[in-house]
């Protein structure tokens, strides 16, 4: 397919010739666990990598495959691996950069099960690691240590939506020539394409904007050929967190209306967060389209949009904020977001819930901290919700 294309062409027709699956427009779902051989011999060679052909769906799968080269189009990487999960995305590719007595740089304020791997990954195999807040190249270059084996960034970090400059870290990385990992998850590849900033890996919950839907379960590393083809062979098939066929199948479904899905996103958040902001019982609003954000500049330089997340802090307690969520109707009280529902979720007590309440408290999540998901609804209607139930 032409590189040359726009995104929202790519993401229909990238990664799949119709013509070479009997013209069937959609790219067939492939639900097989293993693939016969013609001969022993074939067999043969196949395992040892001689001859191309599939061997068994965890090594590889033909819809899997449509996926990941569309994705690593998409983000402009050299390849994709699919997982069975965000977070499998996530461990494989720790795993793959770190061994015992190595030290991961983060962001301060990471996806919650992210955090907790990350301890696991001190307790159990003496990893370490340090939550920081990159705000500056001297910052990022003082917490670099002798044993920084990779950088993992989140940006927007979830749910406080503060961003990292993904090029002033790559650039402090480089020096080093340490690997800078990114969850695209919130902004999906139509909204930001970290490898262009020279990130070396990308990583999504396909589960959120990708899929779109909230029907999968699903994660997708990006990045160079040559990690991820070690990564298919070590971090994906051995430890096994693959993606099913039919999981993929519906990826490339939701692939093909992201760009629409999201821009409808993000034409409701900017309707709402100004209403929220100006709302009595809203404290403060967090969300990266807003010019009184800390880092609105950085946001229009680094996104192409400012997204479908809005986290705001309601007056009150952590009690008033549980019974705010109660109140609300059309919305649904859920983690997971970029669904076509509107979703919202209490961060302390719920994504961040393992987090100890004094790490919560330098991450900037509050009691009252809401996070708001904004779905495809007519934001009339999502903000008459959001009304009532502030008003109560
Ligand atoms: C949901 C999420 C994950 C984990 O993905 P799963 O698909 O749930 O395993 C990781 N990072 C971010 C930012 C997420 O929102």
Redesign the pocket.
Known sequence: MDQQKKFETLAIHSGYDSLKHQGSLVPPLFQTSTFTFPTAEEGERRFAGESEGYIYTRLGNPTVKVLEEKMAVLEQGEAALAFG??????SATLFYLTKTGDHILCSEG??G??FGLLQLMEEKHNIEHNLISFTDEETVRRHIKDNTTCIYI?SPI?PTMKLVDLEMVVKVAKEKNIPVVV?N??CSPYLQQPVALGCDYV?H????YIGGHGDV???IVVGKKEPLQEMAMTTLKDIGGVMSPFDAWLLVRGLKTLSVRVDRHVENAQKLYPLLKAHPKVKKVFYPGDEDFEQYELAKRQMKKPGGMISFEIEGTKEEAQAFLNRCRLIKIAV??GDAETLIQHPATMTHAVVPPEERAKMGISDTLLRLSVGLESWEDIWEDLKSALDK
């Open positions: 999960s965000g977070m499998a995305a996530v990471i996806y099960c992210t989140e979830n969850d998850t919130f990583i919950s396909a589960t959120k379960i699903a994660g997971s977001l």
